[in-house]
Nanobody, 118 residues
Framework: QVQLVESGGGSVEAGGSLRLSCAAS????????MAWFRQKPGQEREGVAG????????RYADSVKDRFTISRDNAENTVYLQMNSLKPEDTAMYYC????????????WGQGTQVTVS
């Protein structure tokens, strides 16, 4: 069982930055791809970014490429999402997930953290 706790959400003006953190209750580095998803009101949850085990390759949604950066600190069991040049359309609830197969098979989810861009 893996528990995930997100933090770092908030309100920011367009063009600003936020850094989301996801603390895992146990080591996930060798077993799971860690990922960030988001869900906008009235829409389905979508994958934003994933970082794989092994060589820590990354994958991004087209809408956030060159603006968002996912990283992981295995010593701290923490995954980060650095979000720059934020746009109003980035407003959503952001969720951290531990996935056996990103984005289609995610086993554990955090409770979410709200990001609002005005």
């Amino acid at each position: 069982q893996v528990q995930l706790v997100e933090s770092g959400g908030g309100s920011v003006e367009a063009g600003g930055s936020l850094r989301l953190s996801c603390a895992a209750s146990t080591h996930t580095n060798s077993a799971y791809c860690m990922a960030w998803f988001r869900q906008k009101p009235g829409q389905e949850r979508e994958g934003v970014a994933g970082i794989y085990t092994g060589f820590y390759s990354t994958r991004y949604a087209d809408s956030v490429k060159d603006r968002f950066t996912i990283s992981r600190d295995n010593a701290e069991n923490t995954v980060y999402l650095q979000m720059n040049s934020l746009k109003p359309e980035d407003t959503a609830m952001y969720y951290c997930a531990a996935c056996k197969l990103y984005p289609s098979l995610c086993n554990y989810w955090g409770q979410g953290t709200q990001v609002t861009v005005s």
